[in-house]
């Protein structure tokens, strides 16, 4: 009991170094339980008049984007760098405009270890996206794509070798999509965002990410592809928020 109240005790002071909950009137515990059972359910409404205590869905939406929002630039290094990346990107429909979602998977541990998202798909987007991958987790040596052009400009600027492939390895990223679309359905024309806000995007997908990476079970791997401790999902889920949260 000590330990688990020394953990939340970390949690929070962890949240106000960064600005994040100053102001408690509902107890972060239920704030950050609320969000975890978010993840698991895709509606902000359902999860709120689950709570024990008058709480708008608004008040869900905006402590996962708080949470989103503080750690979306650490994320990538807590789950460590790749050799081998395998990286696709797919359209999503959000606040009711296309967007494409960008992503690389390591195929053994099957971690992402980088996310973007952008307005359009080029060559100069998928090389600001591999540059933001370096900048982050480091280069990996060996690039693994389905051979869109634009990788193959991307990846000959930056002098990184690349392997063009279908199926293999290559499903596992296409699985991971498939992961998102399933759990994103909320992002049509009713997410409450403004049209294209990307920055918003992103924050819904760096909580997400954190929890595929560091909580959620994989079936195949019969754990979450870089466990951090924590033997349930809400015990790992607790241990990931501090972990995330001590990064600076």
């Known amino acids: ?3 688990h109240t020394d953990l939340w005790d970390k949690i929070e002071t962890a949240l106000r170094l960064r600005g994040i909950f100053i102001r408690n009137k509902i107890p972060l515990p239920l704030k950050l339980l609320a969000v975890f059972r978010y ?3 895709p509606s902000f409404r359902t999860i709120s008049r689950s709570l024990d205590i008058n709480v708008s869905h608004v008040a869900v939406w905006s402590w996962l984007h708080k949470l989103g929002n503080s750690f979306m630039d650490t994320i990538f290094r807590l789950a460590g760098p790749a050799n081998v990346v395998v990286v696709d990107e ?3 429909n959000f606040g009711g405009r296309h967007i ?3 992503a690389a998977i390591e195929p053994e541990s099957r971690k992402i270890v980088m996310l973007w998202a952008t307005h359009v798909r080029s060559g100069i987007t998928a090389l600001l996206f591999f540059r933001k991958l370096i900048r982050t987790v480091g280069a990996p040596e060996l690039v693994i794509t389905d051979g869109g052009p634009w990788y193959d400009y991307a990846l000959q600027k930056l002098g990184i070798r690349h392997v063009v492939m279908s199926g293999d390895v ?3 990223i296409e ?5 998102l679309k399933d759990r994103a359905r909320c992002f049509d024309v009713y997410y409450p965002t403004k049209k294209g806000d990307l920055r918003v995007l992103l924050e819904w997908l760096t909580v997400f990410v954190l ?3 560091h909580v959620r079970y994989h079936q195949t791997l ?4 870089v466990p951090l401790g924590g033997h349930r999902e809400y015990e790992r889920w607790e241990v990931t928020l501090l972990a995330a949260l001590s990064l600076s």
């Open 90 to 92: 797919t359209e999503v």
């Open 1 to 3: 009991m000590k330990a």
């Open 211 to 213: 929890y595929y990476n």
């Open 222 to 225: 019969k754990r979450p592809p």
């Open 175 to 179: 699985r991971w999509f498939e992961t």
């Open 100 to 102: 494409f979602v960008w």
């Open 39 to 41: 993840l698991l359910n």
């Open 170 to 172: 290559r499903n596992y």
